[in-house]
């Protein structure tokens, strides 16, 4: 650990097999938003921009999705509601079109195209086999550009185990029904379903052996690093200490709840086996999830994270909102109402989790703001209109101030058949990523700063 008097952005605290990454603290110098920082004589850090795409899958009730009013003055329809306490730090997207998740002469198949093209902007080729092909997706054409600035160049995440092979929508291999991530056309990225895994990936380097070991001891990770800690105390004012206390109290919960989650008998689903570790509640294991992206952005081990809320076609079922009906099944209504306040109540239910991730992010301070004003959160699905398997004027919502590049609070309509992907384009470029084109993007989206 570094004994200078201004700590580096870069210090860990380290103990046997362990390697754990700070938030900002006062010690380490003062930093300021990229919008703010000054044009030259930089003497203070700025702080890092971060992105997250949180994928809901099965589309939106939309005529309580999209605001009546445009600007600074729409009102939340129902759907939102949830998210009324951080409206004023989030933009409605009205008018974005996924254009390959089309059929495009492919026939059918919409859910597996509507998550593969999501973040690529490219047109899944139909197939159940091997020769699988979609695109580069924006999270990683920004991972390999800027991702050796952190410990993980990404992060991807997920709910569901993806299969990997066989079909699951019309002819399309599963793994595009549960890929969000592409590294490149031919390399979908699976998504780390188990928390516990996440966990330790991210902070922990002993060997399985060790590992399990120091898990039957049922040792916290931060006893490893008491020392260090103890060490860096005395070297922070007040407000470090608070923070410290923060951080180091919210990893111990996550753990202890990892540990009351292996407690409890795995999830029972179909087609693939859920790890043991994996919460049996569905809530609690969202939760657990959007805390570890919270802790990952804060002590800045990756700046770049995916999270698939549930894989595309999903047919999962939500008692905790009285649904004990399959949500694919419900999405295809068919002008049934009570199958229509059914999706709803799952489309309100989605908007709480996020609001909670998004009050987790805005509560935690970092230089001249919160981790949420320095982050850019998207949400949204590759279909709009369940029902019709439409994939235009898709439900986004962009939350974050990106690092005071975004001006956030409003409802914007854009044009029909927008590209999505150039919504991708413009928030690479406040990654400092430069990209000309990226899937069908045809420019820039403007008028979000």
């Given at each position: 650990?570094?004994?200078s008097?201004q700590l580096?952005?870069?210090?860990f605290?380290?103990?046997?097999?362990?390697?754990?990454?700070?938030?900002?603290l006062?010690?380490?110098?003062?930093?300021?938003?990229?919008?703010?920082?000054?044009?030259s004589?930089?003497?203070?850090?700025?702080?890092?921009?971060?992105?997250?795409?949180?994928?809901?899958?099965?589309?939106?009730?939309?005529?309580?999705?999209i605001?009546?009013?445009?600007?600074?003055?729409?009102?939340?329809?129902?759907?939102?509601?949830?998210?009324?306490?951080?409206?004023d730090?989030?933009?409605?997207l009205?008018?974005?079109?996924?254009?390959?998740?089309?059929?495009?002469?492919?026939?059918?198949?919409?859910?597996?195209?509507?998550?593969?093209?999501?973040?690529?902007?490219?047109?899944?080729?139909?197939?159940?086999?091997?020769?699988?092909?979609?695109?580069?997706?924006?999270?990683?054409?920004?991972a390999?550009?800027?991702?050796?600035?952190?410990?993980?160049?990404?992060?991807e995440?997920?709910?569901?185990?993806?299969?990997?092979?066989?079909?699951?929508?019309?002819g399309?291999?599963c793994?595009?029904?549960?890929?969000?991530?592409?590294?490149?056309?031919?390399?979908?990225?699976?998504?780390?379903?188990?928390?516990?895994?996440?966990?330790?990936?991210?902070?922990?380097?002993l060997?399985?052996?060790?590992?399990?070991?120091?898990?039957?001891?049922?040792?916290?990770i931060?006893?490893?690093?008491?020392?260090?800690?103890?060490?860096l105390?005395r070297?922070?004012?007040?407000?470090?200490?608070?923070?410290?206390?923060e951080?180091?109290?919210?990893?111990?919960?996550?753990?202890l709840?990892?540990?009351?989650?292996?407690k409890?008998?795995?999830?029972?689903?179909?087609?693939?086996?859920?790890p043991?570790?994996?919460?049996?509640?569905?809530?609690?294991?969202?939760?657990?999830?959007?805390?570890?992206?919270?802790?990952?952005?804060?002590?800045?081990?990756?700046?770049?994270?995916?999270?698939?809320?549930?894989?595309?076609?999903?047919?999962?079922?939500?008692?905790?909102?009285?649904?004990?009906d399959?949500?694919?099944y419900?999405?295809h209504h068919?002008?049934?109402?009570?199958?229509?306040?059914?999706?709803?109540?799952?489309?309100?239910?989605h908007?709480?989790?996020?609001?909670?991730?998004l009050?987790?992010?805005?509560?935690?301070?970092?230089?001249?703001?919160s981790?949420?004003?320095?982050?850019?959160?998207?949400?949204?699905?590759?279909?709009?209109?369940?029902?019709?398997?439409?994939?235009?004027?898709?439900?986004?919502?962009?939350?974050?101030?990106?690092?005071?590049?975004i001006?956030?609070?409003?409802?914007i309509?854009?044009?029909?058949?927008?590209?999505?992907?150039?919504?991708?384009?413009?928030?690479?470029?406040?990654?400092?990523?430069?990209?000309?084109?990226?899937?069908?993007?045809?420019?820039?989206?403007?008028?979000?700063?």
């Open positions: 650990m570094s004994t008097k580096s952005r870069r210090t605290l380290r103990g046997l097999g362990v390697s754990i990454a700070l938030p900002w006062e010690v380490m110098g003062p930093i300021t938003s990229w919008a703010n920082a000054p044009a004589g930089l003497a203070q850090q700025t702080v890092p921009n971060r992105m997250a795409f949180l994928y809901v899958p099965n589309g939106k009730i939309m005529e309580d999705w605001p009546q009013q445009t600007g600074t003055a729409y009102e939340l329809p129902e759907i939102l509601k949830p998210l009324e306490s951080v409206k730090k989030m933009l409605v009205s008018g974005l079109t996924a254009d390959k998740a089309r059929h495009n002469g492919d026939g059918g198949g919409d859910h597996a195209r509507a998550m593969s093209a999501f973040l690529t902007g490219a047109q899944p080729r139909k197939t159940d086999g091997a020769n699988i092909q979609a695109g580069i997706s924006v999270d990683q054409a920004a390999m550009r800027i991702g050796n600035r952190t410990r993980f160049p990404s992060l995440l997920g709910i569901d185990p993806g299969r990997r092979s066989g079909n699951c929508d019309s399309y291999s793994v595009y029904s549960s890929s969000l991530s592409w590294r490149s056309a031919t390399q979908p990225l699976p998504n780390e379903t188990n928390p516990k895994a996440a966990f330790e990936r991210l902070f922990s380097s060997p399985d052996a060790e590992r399990t070991e120091r898990d039957q001891q049922r040792k916290s931060l006893d490893f690093v008491r020392q260090d800690s103890k060490d105390i070297q922070v004012s007040g407000n470090d200490v608070r923070k410290l206390d951080y180091f109290s919210a990893i111990r919960d996550i753990e709840r990892i540990d009351a989650a292996e409890h008998p795995p999830v029972q689903a179909p087609d693939y086996v859920v043991e570790e994996v919460p049996a509640d569905y809530q609690e294991h969202l939760r657990l999830t959007m805390d570890l992206i919270v802790l990952a952005f804060q002590a800045d081990v990756t700046r770049i994270t995916t999270f698939v809320l549930a894989n595309e076609g999903s047919n999962k079922k939500y008692p905790s909102v009285n649904v004990t399959g949500h694919h419900l999405s068919g002008g049934d109402e009570e199958k229509i306040e059914k999706i709803r109540r799952i489309d309100i239910y908007s709480e989790q996020l609001a909670y991730f009050e987790k992010l805005d509560a935690i301070s970092e230089g001249d703001g981790l949420l004003d320095h982050s850019m959160i998207l949400y949204g699905s590759g279909n709009a209109d369940g029902n019709r398997h439409s994939h235009h004027d898709l439900p986004i919502l962009l939350a974050g101030g990106g690092c005071g590049t001006q956030s609070g409003r409802h309509r854009y044009p029909k058949e927008t590209p999505l992907n150039n919504l991708w384009l413009s928030m690479l470029n406040r990654m400092d990523v430069d990209l000309a084109q990226l899937g069908d993007s045809t420019g820039s989206l403007q008028g979000l700063s």
